[in-house]
């Protein structure tokens, strides 16, 4: 009986225990975070437009990737009150690095072939090809 007991004790610990998450789901997951929090942030009226990748061709993620860090560096807080935050998740995108697993493909398209839209426009679809 103390043998069905203890190995009902240690099956009920062993499915209990959490899975880790991959480093790379971690990192996928903090992006999307400072991706959306810099959509509440930024400036959207009487802002720059940018050049806003949107559906890209397989192998131009890696470009698009480029054109949205590229465009986060024109992107401003609304207010003051939100410096401090902003250039906390400004500075998380601007370092991202993008690995691209599988066969590079040649890309045709440059950041300067897409259209222009607003910020918040430009963040969302930044978050959409994260996804």
């Known amino acids: 009986m103390k043998r069905v007991i ?3 004790m240690l099956f009920f610990c062993s499915t209990m225990v959490p899975t880790a998450a991959s480093p790379r789901k971690v990192k996928y997951k903090q992006i999307l975070k400072k991706i959306k929090d810099l959509q509440t942030m930024v400036k959207d009226k009487d802002a720059e437009l940018l050049h806003t990748p ?23 807080p609304a207010n003051s009150q939100y410096n401090v935050e902003f250039n906390k998740a400004n500075r998380t995108l601007r370092n991202f ?19 222009k839209k607003t910020p918040k426009e430009f963040l969302k679809a930044f978050e959409n090809l994260m996804q």
């Open 97 to 115: 690095i993008y690995r691209h697993s599988g066969q590079t493909l040649p890309c045709e398209s440059t950041c300067e072939s897409y259209g």
């Open 54 to 76: 949107e559906n890209p061709a397989e192998g131009c993620v890696s470009t698009a990737v480029t054109c949205f860090k590229n465009g986060i560096q024109k992107l401003q």
């Open 6 to 8: 203890i190995f009902c």
